[in-house]
């Protein structure tokens, strides 16, 4: 089941965001602030231009998606750009993801957006994602993600 969150999830949505962070090999360079997650959350789910959804099986929260609806730097125009999309490892290959992302685009168009983006900055499962936003309308406009690591890890 798809639902938008509500301000009681954000503690269980701080854990999902841990989880998702400590899984990609790309975030788990970075620190992870539960506050800072936790601000965003509910600066998300109070505002108009914001989307928290969760999609829970039998009332656990097993995924989420986080979105934001914005004028593009270059214009009027309204885009819809996902912040997040995470689904528990047991939990994938089912249709939460599918649903979730379903749910981000019905929630864009609602908002008079005119573009869609998301992506795959984790680096997890990149290409199952590309295959799975594709299968849903998307369209893939880049085929590589670079990365530069500004102050290198001393082992």
Known sequence: MIRPATHEDVETLVDLGELMHEESPVWSRLN???A???QLLHGLINSRDGLVDVASDDGVIVGTVLAIVDEHWSGT???A???ALYVTPDERGKLHAAQLILSMQGWATA???K???AGCSTALNSEATARLYCGLGFVRTEDVQM???CSPQRH
């Open 32 to 34: 992870y602030s539960r």
């Open 36 to 38: 800072k997650v936790a």
């Open 77 to 79: 125009d309204l885009i």
């Open 81 to 83: 750009a996902e912040l």
């Open 111 to 113: 908002m008079g957006a």
């Open 115 to 117: 573009l869609v983006r």
């Open 147 to 149: 990365e530069y690591l």
